[in-house]
């Protein structure tokens, strides 16, 4: 083991502000460095949510990225709802276990899942060195996703393959962290024992940020003079954005009210065809990072929303709240209530979901408030994330469970 405290990162959708997307372990990275410790992010050469690929030679390139090391893992390409993308994630975690030399020797191993293979890995490599500690970083439960999402029986194969995958990292991680803050239950209920369990969600820091204005034809294709619904993120299935057009359906009489969907995502070109010739409701593509807290100056509301589904009431850390609240913008939810940012700040609207006269009433009981009540509430999500949802606060929360944990 190498006397320089190492911590490596088996996520491989991990990514930076260039690639546009994942940068949830980019940024603790940089605080954990500020800490004396060296880190090595492992992610994917291809990734289907990226705006920029990275540039690889080999099974290993070794790039550094604003002082971060990523080490980018070939795998195969994939079209995101196809069998080779859960080929990509099992080719990844294979290749876990050859990591060159170079890399040295880690004292922590964190996999954020999913994908959940790598999981196996880590705890081969632990195996292999008794001094590793393993972490499973949990996002989205697999594979309860695969249950609830795409309506598969618990006993279909691959919820049984996942499950193995998944029992096996709760019950054998030196600690499970997860961005769900109503996770335990679920996970202890898997594992068959207590845990140690710490939640660390998703957060923002605007330190980090560098503003950066949108283009100009980008600019022009936002209505001017009009009420603006905004969404930004993943256009995917477990966003509720069909709740959203089906809601801007119902309100195409109200010629001032204006949605507005940006981003990018599997379902985008399906949720386009059922816009149609709607003319109350735009579509952007995917913007830079450091280009979201403009755009959204030019909107009134922004939408969150999730499906009426069991799965949620673990609760949720999508990255879109927090660039929400530091937009100080009042938010319509539409949620169970599930102590989502949201709900503890005060800063929205909170509707039934899977419902789009509930989505439509919230957006005209936004557009009939007085623009002094929205912008209270847009201030109390933006005193709520810098307390709360601070990346520095965290990746110091996340440090001292990497060092308290016992072997």
Not at 79 to 96: D, E, T, Y
Not at 233 to 245: C, I, P, R, S, V
Not at 322 to 343: G, H, Q, R, S, W
């Amino acid at each position: 083991m190498s006397d320089i405290k190492t911590i490596w990162v088996f996520n491989q959708f991990a990514g930076h502000p260039e690639s546009g997307w994942g940068e949830r372990h980019f940024y603790f990275a940089k605080y954990w460095q500020k800490a004396g410790y060296r880190v090595v992010i492992f992610s994917g050469s291809y990734n289907h949510m990226f705006r920029q690929l990275p540039t690889t030679s080999g099974t290993f390139t070794h790039e550094v990225v604003k002082e971060i090391e990523f080490c980018w893992v070939k795998v195969p390409t994939y079209q995101p709802q196809s069998i080779k993308r859960f080929w990509s994630m099992w080719v990844f975690a294979w290749r876990l276990l050859w990591i060159p030399t170079e890399y040295g020797s880690p004292n922590s191993i964190i996999v954020s899942s999913v994908p959940i293979f790598p999981i196996l890995t880590a705890i081969l490599l632990r195996f292999k060195n008794s001094g590793i500690k393993v972490f499973f970083e949990i996002r989205d439960i697999w594979p309860l996703s695969l249950i609830y999402l795409a309506n598969l029986s618990k006993w279909h194969p691959a919820v049984l393959f996942l499950g193995w995958f998944e029992q096996l990292g709760y019950r054998r991680a030196n600690a499970v962290i997860s961005l769900l803050p109503n996770a335990r239950g679920h996970i202890e209920a898997v594992a068959g024992k207590k845990i140690d369990f710490h939640y660390i969600p998703n957060g923002i820091d605007a330190s980090l940020l560098v503003p950066e204005s949108i283009e100009e034809d980008i600019r022009q294709k936002i209505p001017a003079n009009k009420f603006i619904i905004g969404y930004t993120g993943t256009m995917g299935l477990a966003n509720a954005l069909e709740t959203l057009l089906e809601a801007a359906s119902l309100l195409q009489k109200y010629e001032n009210i204006h949605f507005l969907l940006v981003g990018d995502g599997y379902l985008k070109s399906r949720l386009i065809e059922m816009a149609g010739s709607a003319t109350n409701v735009t579509f952007i593509p995917k913007i830079r990072k450091n280009q979201v807290q403009h755009l959204l100056q030019m909107v009134d509301v922004c939408f969150v929303g999730r499906n009426d589904s069991p799965l949620f009431k673990h609760g949720v850390s999508a990255n879109k709240y927090f660039d929400y609240m530091l937009a100080a913008k009042p938010v319509l939810d539409a949620n169970n209530l599930i102590k989502d940012p949201v709900e503890l700040s005060g800063c929205g609207i909170i509707v039934k979901p899977d419902s789009a006269k509930a989505v439509a009433e919230g957006v005209l009981k936004f557009y009939n408030m007085p623009e002094e009540e929205r912008a209270a509430m847009g201030k109390l999500g933006l005193t709520y994330v810098k307390e709360k949802h601070s990346i520095q606060n965290l990746a110091s929360a996340y440090l001292k469970v990497l060092t308290d944990s016992a072997i």
